[in-house]
């Protein structure tokens, strides 16, 4: 892929990766960028190919109205997400459900609103921006971890359907970042930058799945073997019980 050739939308680009993804993108030469967020005020880029767009997963019309706006992308960006920190089995079932309805209804309901628009344009790609804790969870990530495990596998089956229109569609995988979402985690984090340049990096080499980081690298080869090993490293790890 050239990037100079797309017109890209990124979900929740007024902070962190997201909005790393929009400057990169630019750096990259890209040919516009709707950055989108629920507030667009907090949407202060000083570029005029950047176009300012109001996006909530969480309201399924603005998603619509979002898609008529931008019928010219040619590449999804989807980052926005949330962090409650609910537990599974004690914690506020609100909030669960929160989680769930942003990473996997949230972002499957921008994919099918923009699959149409992808396929007027030839096919294009869609990134979705996942999480090591798709593979494993802790004892505070329950609701977080279910949800992004099931907006890992969404990104795999959508994969498979929009194949027959030439779209593209990458899974881009890291542990903690150093970016608002994380401010509470005090563990190792990777600059947040390094995100997008993997992800537009493996775009350009053909890659369906990008993995950012050794520590996500680690997770995802502990898979094939006994998960009790795995999570009795990650307890030595984590200091968790």
Do not use: C
């Not at 971890?145 to 995988?173: D, H, I, P, Y």
């Not at 401010?183 to 993997?198: E, F, H, L, Q, T």
């Not at 080499?205 to 995802?220: C, L, P, R, Y």
């Amino acid at each position: 892929m050239d990037i100079s050739d797309h017109i890209a939308l990124v979900t929740g680009a007024n902070r962190g990766i997201g909005r790393q993804f929009v400057a990169e993108l630019l750096e990259r030469g890209v040919r516009k960028v709707y950055a989108t967020a629920r507030r667009t005020e907090t949407l202060d880029f000083d570029d005029s190919r950047v176009v300012p767009l109001r996006l909530d997963l969480a309201d399924a019309e603005s998603v619509v109205a979002a898609a008529a706006a931008a019928s010219d992308v040619t590449l999804l960006v989807n980052n926005a997400g949330i962090s409650t920190g609910a537990s599974l089995v004690t914690g506020d079932l609100v909030e669960i459900r929160r989680e769930m309805d942003t990473h996997f209804w949230g972002t499957l309901g921008v994919i099918r609103e923009f699959a149409p628009v992808l396929a007027a344009s030839g096919g294009g790609a869609i990134v979705n921006v996942l999480s090591a804790l798709s593979w494993f969870a802790t004892p505070t990530s329950g609701a977080y971890s279910a949800a992004k495990a099931a907006e890992w596998n969404m990104t795999n089956g959508v994969r498979l359907e929009l194949a027959a229109q030439g779209t593209f569609v990458q899974g881009v995988l890291l542990g903690a970042a150093d970016t608002d979402i994380a401010a509470g985690y005090d563990g190792p984090k990777i600059d947040p930058r390094d995100v997008p340049r993997s992800s537009l990096d493996g775009l350009a080499a053909g890659s369906i799945e990008v993995i950012v980081d050794d520590w996500t690298a680690m997770v995802k080869a502990s898979l094939a073997g006994d998960p009790s090993e795995f999570y009795a490293q990650m307890t030595a790890l984590l200091g968790t019980n």
